[in-house]
Nanobody, 118 residues
Framework: QVQLVESGGGLVQPGGSLRLSCAASGKLTVVNGMGWYRQAPGEQREEVGKIWTVRGTGDVVKGRFTISRDVSKNQVYLQIDSLKPEDTGVYYC??????????????WGQGTQVTVSS
C-alpha cells in the first residue's frame, strides 16, 4: 500500500503565498508521477498539475502554481503565489505508482484545507 500525507494548509490572506508538501510512503516500487488536485466548495475535484517521471522531474509552472518534486525523498510540493479567495478548497496530493503485483495505480492523500480570506 501507498500512503500520501499532505501538510502546509491553513488560513492565508489574499495576495499571500503558501507551500504545500506531500510525502509518499509505503510500497513505492516505481513512482510514475506525483502532483496535486484541488476541490473548491461545491465543485468537482480538478487537476492543478502533475510531474511525470518519464517527462523529467523539473518544475511544472501553471500561472501562480508551481509543482516541484524531490524524487529522492518521494515528495511533491505545491507553491501557490498571489493567493485569491477562489483558491480556497481542499488540496489533494496524487501519485501514480507501479507495482509488479497491482500494475499502475492512482493514490490520493486525505487532503489539506486552504482558506484564502482577509
Amino acid at each position: 500500500q501507498v500512503q500520501l500525507v499532505e501538510s502546509g494548509g491553513g488560513l492565508v490572506q489574499p495576495g499571500g503565498s503558501l507551500r504545500l508538501s506531500c510525502a509518499a510512503s509505503g510500497k513505492l516500487t516505481v513512482v510514475n508521477g506525483m502532483g496535486w488536485y484541488r476541490q473548491a466548495p461545491g465543485e468537482q475535484r480538478e487537476e492543478v498539475g502533475k510531474i511525470w517521471t518519464v517527462r523529467g522531474t523539473g518544475d511544472v509552472v501553471k500561472g501562480r502554481f508551481t509543482i516541484s518534486r524531490d524524487v529522492s525523498k518521494n515528495q511533491v510540493y505545491l507553491q501557490i503565489d498571489s493567493l485569491k479567495p477562489e483558491d480556497t478548497g481542499v488540496y489533494y496530493c496524487y501519485a501514480n505508482v507501479y507495482d509488479y503485483a497491482t500494475g499502475s495505480r492512482d493514490y490520493w492523500g486525505q487532503g489539506t484545507q486552504v482558506t484564502v480570506s482577509s
